[in-house]
């Protein structure tokens, strides 16, 4: 029995959301921007009439008002999208409880079980986009399909408040001439990489040998072979799935630029104290620690390491994140986000090799303090009780990247 899946993609998301509760910005070009002050600003999303001056996401704020000059710029409410976010899937769940969310705006739904009651998947389509419209006041792009991939070319096809079927029957008519960028990640890399062998559509990539591309993106060339092809069996998970977690991280861009390793020590030990907690909240200890650094160039690169035992001692994170850090790390240019992963995670009473060459009696000793460090924190609040030397700094003592800190559904392949 042949699948029927829909994805449904807010549009314009933040920015919908924003004129939708100031009525007066209709139709006016808004962007929803953030802080300049925090070193975020730029464009997170933009309304159409913006967007046809120029606007685009990524882009920063000086930049969007120099090519729209009447540009509404407004601060993110992320509350208020999260609310509206689950307004929507609560619309979607009276249609199916396969609803599987791929960020805020973007959801998958499997309808095949609900043809019998609400009609063919295009109606579905139809009354989800006029309930939207009419109850939350924004509206949405479908894409009709027998995949998840699919369905999500097929709401990114047109836009806005628009519905689009691709099926066999229109597949290739449809699907073959768009840009190779527009599957399912495809990102900047493997475009240039699938640009440099010939490859700059779809049905060029659905054409070409298998071979060719695993020998040019390893495994991932045989999975976007598949995609291209408008082949995907990954289904829509369940509305109460719960994804196993494999990692837990943080990153932030910085008040200032780092220009020295103590400054890198003092982030690194905030993001530390920020993952070991999450990682207590879910009973977890990782057994790789991961970092990433952008400086203000933006390049920005990654690097892990193996531990010899598991641990959530935000002490022992951030130690070993500052040796991948200067074992790494050159300073030609200062530094402007930084970012810190605890990775493999096991559950917390796993059993555990012992080893005659770590300490497990202080990591232990530190597992305890940090309890008690989140046992006053949560009594009193996060700045209730600060290391000595995140005070050496005023301007960076003031970020709280736990509570600051916001958890995204995770993605297609997670």
């Not at 030397?389 to 003031?398: G, K, M, N």
Request: net charge neutral; with cysteine; hydrophobic share 40%.
């Amino acid at each position: 029995m042949p699948k029927h899946i829909l994805h449904v993609d807010c549009n314009c998301f933040y920015a919908s959301v924003e004129v939708q509760r100031r009525p007066e910005l209709r139709g006016k070009p808004v962007a929803v921007c953030g802080d300049q002050e925090a070193r975020h600003g730029i464009v997170l999303t933009a309304t159409y009439p913006a967007k046809r001056f120029g606007v685009k996401v990524g882009m920063a704020i000086w930049q969007a008002k120099q090519a729209c000059p009447g540009l509404v710029v407004l601060p993110p409410d992320m509350p208020e999208y999260i609310r509206f976010s689950r307004m929507a899937r609560e619309i979607y769940e009276d249609y199916t409880n396969q609803v599987e969310p791929f960020g805020l705006d973007e959801n998958w739904l499997d309808v095949t079980g609900s043809t019998e009651l609400y009609g063919n998947p295009m109606a579905i389509a139809t009354e989800i986009s006029d309930r939207v419209k009419f109850e939350l006041g924004i509206t949405v792009s479908i894409g009709v399909a027998n995949n998840k991939i699919t369905a999500k070319l097929g709401s990114d096809y047109k836009k806005p408040d628009a519905i689009t079927r691709i099926e066999r029957d229109n597949y290739k008519e449809l699907v073959y001439p768009l840009p190779v960028e527009d599957l399912l990640y495809v990102g900047p890399a493997t475009s240039r990489k699938l640009r440099a062998i010939g490859i700059s559509t779809i049905g060029a990539l659905a054409e070409a040998p298998e071979e060719l591309l695993i020998h040019r993106l390893g495994k991932m060339g045989a999975v976007l072979s598949m995609f291209a092809r408008g082949n995907d069996a990954s289904p829509v998970q369940p509305t109460d799935f719960i994804s196993t977690i494999k990692s837990v991280g943080n990153s932030a861009t910085t008040p200032r630029d780092l220009v020295n390793e103590d400054d890198v020590r003092i982030m690194l030990l905030l993001l530390s104290e920020s993952v070991a907690a999450r990682m207590r909240e879910l009973a977890s200890k990782c057994t790789v620690v991961e970092i990433s650094v952008r400086d203000t160039e933006l390049v920005s690169f990654c690097r892990q390491r193996k531990l010899l035992a598991p641990t959530c001692a935000s002490t022992e994170i951030a130690q070993v994140a500052y040796e991948l850090f200067r074992a790494n790390y050159r300073w030609l240019k200062p530094i402007r986000s930084i970012g810190v992963r605890g990775a493999g995670l096991v559950p917390a009473d796993s059993c555990v090799q012992l080893s005659l060459y770590t300490d497990d009696a202080r990591r232990q000793k530190l597992e305890r303090l940090d309890l008690a460090v989140d046992e006053i924190r949560h009594r009193y609040g996060y700045m209730s009780l600060q290391r000595a030397l995140i005070y050496t700094d005023p301007l960076l003592s003031r970020i709280n990247p736990k509570d600051n800190h916001t958890v995204h559904p995770v993605g297609f392949f997670a």
